[in-house]
C-alpha cells in the first residue's frame, strides 16, 4: 500500500509544475482511484497549503502561500545585513540550514549589489514560501545592470553584458567586489533571474541559460530567486566546482556560447570570437558549453581554438555539447594549433 504522505507529496509537486488534471496524473502514477486522490486533494486543501478552482475533472490547483514579506527601504546607508535579519531570515528560518545558507548568500549578495551599484533611490525587497519552494527577489529603479555594464566596459550591444555576467568575475568596481555575487547565485539557486530595460536572463538548474526579448522597457533591474525547501544543494559544493584543484580561487567557468548567438545569427566571424573569449584569460578552465549551437564558422573556430588558446596556453577551454558540424570545426581549429606548434 502507497503510504499517504508520499502520495501528497507528489501531488504537490506535481501542483508546482502544472496544477491542470492533477487527480488523473495521481491516480494513473499510483494505480488508485480518483475516489481516493481526490480524498488526498482535500487533505492538501483543509491544510491551508493548496487552493482549487473550478470542479471535479477541471479543477485547478495552486500553491498556497505560507508565508510573505515585502519591504522597500532607502538605499542610502542600507546595510544587506539588516535586510536579511528583518526580510528573509525569518520566513525561512525552519528550512534546512543547507537552504538557509545559500538563501542568506544569494539575498546579501543581491542587495549589496543594489547597495552599490544601482544608484536607487530605494531598494525593494520580497520573499514568498509555499510547501514546496521559496521565491524571493530584489529590486530596484536604478539606470539598470545591463546598460550600466555596457556603458562602465564600452560593449557594443547591451545583450553583452549577459554574456559577460554569465563568464563571472565581472564588476564595475574591482576595489570593493569581486564579480562573483552574481555568478555564483546563479548556480546555487534552481532558478535565477535578472530583468532588466527589455532584456531578460535566466539560468534553471540543469537547463541552458536563456537570453530574452522582453516586450517592455522596464526601469531598473529585477533579481529573482527561485529554490526548492529541501533541496539538497550545498553552496560549499557549487563553489568547489569551480574552483582550481587544491586551491580556493575561482578558476573555472561554464561558458553557455548560444549567447553570443543573437536573433539567430551564426556564429562565423572572428569578432564573434573575440567578444566571446574576452576576459578568458582570468581562468585557468573555461568550459564551453555548445548547446542550442547548431554550427560554427571556420574564422571563428581558428579564432577560438587556434588564436585565442596558441595566445593562452595556461588556459584550458574544454568544449562539450557540440553537434557533429561543431566538433569538425573545433577539431580542424585544433589541429591548427597542435602543426603550428
Same mark, same amino acid.
Given at each position: 500500500?502507497?503510504?499517504?504522505?508520499?502520495?501528497?507529496?507528489?501531488?504537490? *509537486?506535481?501542483?508546482?509544475?502544472?496544477?491542470?488534471? #492533477?487527480?488523473?496524473?495521481?491516480?494513473?502514477?499510483?494505480?488508485?482511484?480518483?475516489?481516493?486522490?481526490?480524498?488526498? !486533494?482535500?487533505?492538501?486543501?483543509?491544510?491551508?497549503?493548496?487552493?482549487?478552482?473550478?470542479?471535479?475533472?477541471?479543477?485547478?490547483?495552486?500553491? %498556497?502561500?505560507?508565508?510573505?514579506?515585502?519591504?522597500?527601504?532607502?538605499?542610502?546607508?542600507?546595510?544587506?545585513?539588516?535586510?536579511?535579519?528583518?526580510?528573509?531570515?525569518? =520566513?525561512?528560518?525552519?528550512?534546512?540550514?543547507?537552504?538557509?545558507?545559500?538563501?542568506?548568500?544569494? *539575498?546579501?549578495?543581491? =542587495?549589496?549589489?543594489?547597495?552599490?551599484?544601482?544608484?536607487?533611490?530605494?531598494?525593494?525587497?520580497? #520573499?514568498?514560501?509555499?510547501? =514546496?519552494?521559496?521565491?524571493?527577489?530584489?529590486?530596484?529603479?536604478?539606470?539598470?545592470?545591463?546598460?550600466?555594464?555596457?556603458?562602465?566596459?564600452?560593449?557594443?550591444?547591451?545583450?553583452? *553584458?549577459?554574456?559577460?555576467?554569465?563568464?563571472?568575475?565581472?564588476?564595475?568596481?574591482?576595489?570593493?567586489?569581486?564579480?562573483?555575487?552574481?555568478?555564483?547565485?546563479?548556480?546555487?539557486?534552481? /532558478?535565477?533571474?535578472?530583468?532588466?530595460?527589455? !532584456?531578460?536572463?535566466?539560468?534553471?538548474?540543469?537547463?541552458?541559460?536563456?537570453?530574452?526579448?522582453?516586450? /517592455?522597457? /522596464?526601469?531598473?533591474?529585477? #533579481?529573482?530567486?527561485?529554490?526548492?525547501?529541501?533541496?539538497?544543494?550545498?553552496?560549499?559544493?557549487?563553489?568547489?566546482?569551480? %574552483? %582550481?584543484?587544491?586551491?580556493?580561487?575561482?578558476?573555472?567557468?561554464?561558458?553557455?556560447?548560444?549567447?553570443?548567438?543573437?536573433?539567430?545569427?551564426?556564429?562565423?566571424?572572428?569578432?564573434?570570437?573575440?567578444? !566571446?573569449?574576452?576576459?578568458?584569460?582570468?581562468?585557468?578552465?573555461?568550459?564551453?558549453?555548445?548547446?542550442?549551437?547548431?554550427?560554427?564558422?571556420?574564422?571563428?573556430?581558428?579564432?577560438?581554438?587556434?588564436?585565442? /588558446?596558441?595566445?593562452?596556453?595556461?588556459?584550458?577551454?574544454?568544449?562539450?555539447?557540440?553537434?557533429?558540424?561543431?566538433?569538425?570545426?573545433?577539431?580542424?581549429?585544433?589541429?591548427?594549433?597542435?602543426?603550428?606548434?
Amino acid at each position: 500500500m502507497v503510504d499517504k504522505e508520499q502520495i501528497r507529496a507528489r501531488a504537490l *509537486a506535481l501542483i508546482a509544475a502544472d496544477g491542470r488534471g #492533477v487527480a488523473g496524473r495521481l491516480a494513473a502514477e499510483f494505480s488508485i482511484s480518483r475516489q481516493l486522490v481526490h480524498g488526498h !486533494l482535500q487533505a492538501l486543501v483543509r491544510q491551508g497549503l493548496v487552493q482549487g478552482e473550478g470542479n471535479t475533472r477541471a479543477r485547478v490547483y495552486r500553491l %498556497a502561500t505560507l508565508q510573505e514579506t515585502t519591504r522597500s527601504y532607502n538605499r542610502d546607508g542600507l546595510h544587506e545585513d539588516i535586510v536579511w535579519q528583518e526580510v528573509f531570515a525569518p =520566513v525561512v528560518a525552519d528550512l534546512p540550514e543547507n537552504v538557509r545558507d545559500i538563501w542568506r548568500y544569494g *539575498a546579501t549578495e543581491m =542587495v549589496n549589489n543594489a547597495i552599490d551599484h544601482s544608484g536607487s533611490v530605494q531598494v525593494h525587497v520580497g #520573499v514568498r514560501r509555499n510547501a =514546496v519552494y521559496t521565491d524571493g527577489w530584489v529590486a530596484d529603479d536604478g539606470e539598470g545592470i545591463f546598460l550600466k555594464i555596457q556603458r562602465a566596459f564600452n560593449l557594443y550591444d547591451p545583450r553583452e *553584458a549577459i554574456l559577460e555576467l554569465a563568464k563571472g568575475k565581472l564588476t564595475t568596481d574591482p576595489d570593493n567586489h569581486s564579480g562573483e555575487g552574481i555568478f555564483f547565485s546563479s548556480k546555487v539557486f534552481d /532558478a535565477f533571474d535578472i530583468r532588466s530595460g527589455r !532584456l531578460h536572463f535566466r539560468h534553471d538548474s540543469g537547463e541552458l541559460d536563456v537570453l530574452m526579448e522582453r516586450p /517592455a522597457d /522596464a526601469p531598473g533591474t529585477l #533579481v529573482l530567486m527561485r529554490i526548492d525547501n529541501d533541496s539538497e544543494r550545498r553552496i560549499q559544493t557549487i563553489f568547489d566546482e569551480f %574552483a %582550481a584543484p587544491e586551491e580556493y580561487t575561482f578558476a573555472k567557468t561554464i561558458v553557455p556560447v548560444r549567447l553570443a548567438q543573437y536573433e539567430g545569427e551564426k556564429l562565423v566571424s572572428r569578432s564573434q570570437a573575440k567578444r !566571446l573569449y574576452q576576459r578568458f584569460e582570468r581562468f585557468r578552465h573555461v568550459v564551453l558549453d555548445f548547446e542550442g549551437v547548431a554550427e560554427i564558422g571556420q574564422a571563428f573556430a581558428d579564432e577560438l581554438f587556434r588564436v585565442f /588558446a596558441t595566445a593562452h596556453p595556461d588556459t584550458m577551454l574544454a568544449p562539450i555539447h557540440m553537434t557533429t558540424a561543431v566538433s569538425q570545426m573545433v577539431k580542424r581549429a585544433q589541429a591548427g594549433a597542435t602543426n603550428a606548434s
